[in-house]
């Protein structure tokens, strides 16, 4: 369905009409547009009192040892690079829940959930840890073995009440088939 800007929430203004929560750019999934501005305003608020879950699927470097784990570690602007987010101990909480799906030789895929809405939580946190996640130009100095576009790194499944209905609400979005074909390679290389 096509929207225009006309018919969206006008609380994201004329740069991102309706648009309640944002992706980091080159991550793919779902994301959240409200068509009026009652409805912006409940799905923020659910964002602001962690209502609305969030499941990502990733794909690191690296053998991730657990099988799952949380991080929790406070992220905020970097000191060296004011482009980029750290972990900074006088940094905003941010809590990070990831699983193992699968291992490959030198890799991992991961199932990832987020508590917090930090700005490029989840890659800040896995490549702090050890794990960046392939194709991320930006945390894991520069590495992309498999030439990919953008980082694979994908908004699989949004949780969330509808703002006017009030009945629950649960939207897949399946993984892109660039991200798909580099799970295939992973597989016949093990």
Same mark, same amino acid.
């Given at each position: 369905? &096509?929207? /225009?800007?006309?018919?969206?929430?006008?609380?994201?203004?004329?740069?991102?009409?309706?648009?309640?929560?944002?992706?980091?750019?080159?991550? /793919?999934?779902?994301?959240?547009?409200?068509?009026?501005?009652? &409805? $912006?305003?409940?799905?923020?608020?659910?964002?602001? *009192?962690?209502?609305?879950?969030?499941?990502?699927? &990733?794909?690191?470097?690296?053998?991730?040892? @657990?099988?799952? &784990?949380?991080?929790?570690?406070?992220?905020?602007? /970097?000191?060296?690079?004011?482009?980029?987010?750290?972990?900074?101990?006088?940094?905003?909480?941010?809590?990070?829940?990831?699983?193992?799906?699968?291992?490959? *030789?030198?890799?991992?895929?991961? @199932?990832?959930?987020?508590?917090?809405?930090?700005?490029?939580?989840?890659?800040?946190?896995? /490549?702090?840890?050890?794990?960046?996640?392939?194709?991320?130009?930006?945390?894991?100095?520069?590495?992309?073995?498999?030439?990919?576009?953008?980082?694979?790194? $994908?908004?699989?499944?949004?949780?969330?009440? $509808?703002?006017?209905?009030?009945?629950?609400?649960?939207?897949?979005? *399946?993984?892109?088939?660039?991200?798909?074909?580099?799970?295939?390679?992973?597989?016949?290389?093990?």
């Amino acid at each position: 369905m &096509a929207l /225009s800007k006309d018919s969206l929430s006008g609380i994201g203004g004329e740069i991102r009409p309706g648009i309640v929560h944002r992706l980091d750019k080159d991550t /793919s999934g779902l994301i959240i547009v409200a068509k009026n501005d009652r &409805a $912006h305003i409940n799905l923020s608020e659910q964002i602001k *009192n962690r209502k609305i879950k969030k499941t990502y699927i &990733a794909l690191v470097r690296g053998n991730v040892k @657990e099988n799952e &784990a949380t991080i929790n570690m406070p992220i905020g602007r /970097s000191d060296k690079d004011r482009k980029k987010m750290a972990v900074k101990k006088n940094g905003k909480e941010a809590l990070t829940h990831f699983k193992v799906i699968e291992r490959f *030789n030198g890799y991992t895929l991961l @199932e990832v959930k987020i508590e917090t809405g930090r700005t490029h939580q989840i890659r800040v946190h896995l /490549s702090e840890i050890g794990y960046p996640v392939v194709g991320d130009a930006v945390y894991s100095n520069g590495k992309n073995p498999f030439g990919v576009r953008g980082q694979l790194l $994908h908004a699989q499944k949004l949780e969330f009440i $509808h703002p006017i209905t009030g009945k629950n609400m649960v939207l897949e979005a *399946n993984m892109p088939e660039e991200f798909k074909n580099v799970i295939e390679d992973l597989k016949q290389i093990m």
